[in-house]
């Protein structure tokens, strides 16, 4: 008889743990599981699983946004699902869905009578967030309610499973260490040549003007930290114009300046845009930072990129950052959640402090420099990414956390 197994997620929309979902939801094997994914909206996610022959259940008052009416449809709607699937397997993704379904699963099985087991996987630990020390403290205690109702807690990354091991009485093994990977077929880069060719069309420029491309692919929300990445383009452009000045008045023989013609492309949608076309405005650089809005495989165009930049100030085991790696792009990330497990410093890629657009410019200014270091990274990264963060291991392990229990 086959397991089924529910998967629960907050969004729909296409951002790190939708993938996860999809993923696991569309390779576990059918004549063992039978999976199913209940979700809030009706996005990408959605879709993708529907075109998969996944079947998904929509909850319509679950969004991320707290509101207690909302929250209390929530519950009643859960209970009501757990009640008609009766899955042996409740897989719970997000830090909200993780803290209602938990509950609603530990007291649906005490009332139902029957063995059911929940799993909740850790996509960045609620706690990191840029928020108030209040806040950080009250989410921990949340976090830690959610992983007390769990039978067993996936762990993505090396930061926060050693965080899950300083959580009050909690038992070490409830916690379950399983890196990401990405499945092989999802991967479809286009050449450099054609990928720069189509962005520049996106963005209305010549494609000649793409002779050095920084971008990054991620939500506009806070927690990706794209002021600072802006900050720090504003900072190169600066340097760059201060050099050719300096170059000009002199007019001596000191090393030659590389010309860029620098355009950054942040690929991705949400709610942080009209701050981040305000800072773009004031800083001047209208005409070479683009937000170019969500792209629907957006991964495809990676190979157009010079440098791949990731300024987040809270990660879990980042895919995007993993694709521009299976791409061959050098990559800066900021050092937080599981960035470190990726990015080998000065091997493939730099990382920098989060909140640190000096340190962050420095690196991009330094890669931009150097086309042998980016291409020396690129290749490293490659291999890393190929022999490190397999998917067939991430679903074999997932697959034997499912039958063990």
Request: aromatic share 10%; net charge positive.
């Given at each position: 008889?086959?397991?089924?197994?529910?998967?629960?997620i907050?969004k729909?929309?296409?951002?790190?743990?939708?993938?996860?979902?999809?993923d696991?939801?569309?390779h576990?094997?059918?004549?063992?599981?039978?999976?199913v994914v209940?979700?809030?909206?009706?996005?990408?996610?959605k879709?993708?699983?529907?075109e998969?022959?996944?079947r998904?259940?929509?909850?319509?008052?679950?969004e991320?946004d707290?509101?207690l009416?909302?929250?209390?449809?929530?519950?009643?709607?859960?209970?009501h699902?757990?009640?008609?699937e009766?899955?042996?397997?409740?897989?719970?993704?997000?830090?909200?869905?993780?803290?209602?379904g938990?509950?609603?699963a530990?007291?649906?099985?005490?009332?139902?009578?029957?063995?059911?087991k929940?799993?909740?996987?850790?996509?960045?630990?609620?706690?990191?967030?840029?928020r108030?020390?209040?806040?950080?403290?009250?989410?921990?205690?949340?976090?830690?309610?959610?992983?007390?109702?769990?039978?067993?807690?996936i762990?993505?990354?090396?930061?926060?499973?050693r965080?899950?091991?300083?959580?009050?009485l909690?038992?070490?093994?409830?916690?379950?260490?399983i890196?990401?990977g990405?499945?092989?077929?999802?991967?479809?880069f286009?050449?450099?040549?054609?990928?720069?060719?189509?962005l520049?069309?996106?963005?209305?420029?010549?494609?000649?003007?793409?002779?050095?491309l920084?971008?990054?692919?991620?939500e506009?929300?806070?927690?990706?930290?794209?002021e600072?990445?802006i900050?720090?383009?504003?900072?190169?452009?600066?340097?760059?114009?201060?050099n050719?000045?300096?170059?000009?008045?002199?007019?001596?023989?000191?090393?030659?300046?590389?010309?860029?013609k620098?355009?950054?492309?942040?690929?991705?949608?949400?709610?942080?845009?009209?701050k981040?076309?305000?800072?773009?405005?004031?800083?001047?650089?209208?005409e070479t930072?683009?937000?170019?809005?969500?792209?629907?495989?957006?991964?495809?165009?990676l190979?157009?990129?010079?440098?791949?930049?990731?300024?987040?100030?809270?990660e879990?085991?980042?895919?995007?950052?993993?694709?521009?790696?299976?791409a061959g792009?050098p990559?800066?990330?900021?050092?937080?959640g599981?960035?470190?497990?990726?990015i080998?410093q000065?091997g493939?890629?730099?990382?920098?402090?989060?909140?640190?657009?000096?340190?962050?410019?420095?690196?991009?200014?330094?890669?931009?420099?150097?086309?042998?270091?980016?291409?020396?990274?690129?290749?490293?990264?490659?291999?890393r990414a190929?022999?490190?963060f397999s998917?067939?291991?991430?679903l074999?392990?997932?697959?034997?956390?499912?039958n063990?229990?």
């Amino acid at each position: 008889m086959r397991k089924k197994v529910l998967f629960v997620i907050t969004k729909s929309n296409w951002g790190g743990a939708q993938r996860y979902v999809y993923d696991l939801a569309t390779h576990l094997p059918q004549e063992t599981f039978d999976p199913v994914v209940a979700l809030g909206g009706s996005g990408m996610l959605k879709t993708r699983l529907e075109e998969a022959g996944i079947r998904t259940i929509s909850i319509p008052s679950l969004e991320r946004d707290i509101s207690l009416i909302k929250e209390l449809r929530s519950l009643k709607y859960l209970w009501h699902t757990f009640h008609q699937e009766h899955p042996d397997i409740i897989h719970l993704n997000s830090s909200k869905i993780g803290g209602l379904g938990a509950a609603v699963a530990f007291f649906y099985q005490l009332a139902a009578n029957y063995k059911l087991k929940t799993i909740f996987t850790v996509h960045g630990w609620a706690f990191n967030e840029d928020r108030s020390f209040v806040v950080r403290y009250v989410m921990r205690l949340l976090q830690w309610v959610t992983v007390w109702f769990c039978h067993y807690v996936i762990i993505i990354s090396n930061r926060d499973f050693r965080q899950a091991l300083h959580l009050p009485l909690v038992k070490r093994t409830k916690f379950i260490f399983i890196p990401l990977g990405i499945a092989q077929e999802s991967l479809s880069f286009l050449p450099r040549k054609a990928a720069k060719k189509e962005l520049a069309a996106r963005l209305q420029v010549p494609a000649r003007h793409l002779n050095a491309l920084v971008g990054t692919i991620a939500e506009l929300t806070k927690n990706k930290g794209l002021e600072y990445f802006i900050e720090a383009i504003a900072n190169v452009m600066r340097s760059q114009n201060q050099n050719q000045e300096l170059k000009s008045k002199t007019n001596s023989q000191q090393p030659q300046t590389i010309n860029y013609k620098l355009k950054t492309i942040i690929i991705g949608e949400g709610e942080e845009r009209k701050k981040l076309e305000i800072l773009i405005q004031q800083y001047g650089l209208r005409e070479t930072v683009f937000l170019a809005g969500f792209i629907p495989d957006a991964a495809q165009y990676l190979k157009a990129f010079d440098l791949f930049v990731l300024s987040s100030l809270k990660e879990g085991l980042p895919y995007t950052i993993l694709e521009a790696m299976r791409a061959g792009v050098p990559v800066v990330g900021s050092r937080v959640g599981g960035i470190p497990d990726l990015i080998e410093q000065e091997g493939t890629g730099i990382i920098v402090p989060p909140k640190n657009p000096q340190d962050l410019s420095g690196a991009i200014q330094r890669l931009l420099d150097d086309k042998a270091l980016r291409t020396k990274f690129g290749k490293q990264a490659h291999k890393r990414a190929q022999e490190r963060f397999s998917f067939d291991t991430m679903l074999s392990a997932t697959i034997r956390l499912y039958n063990g229990i």
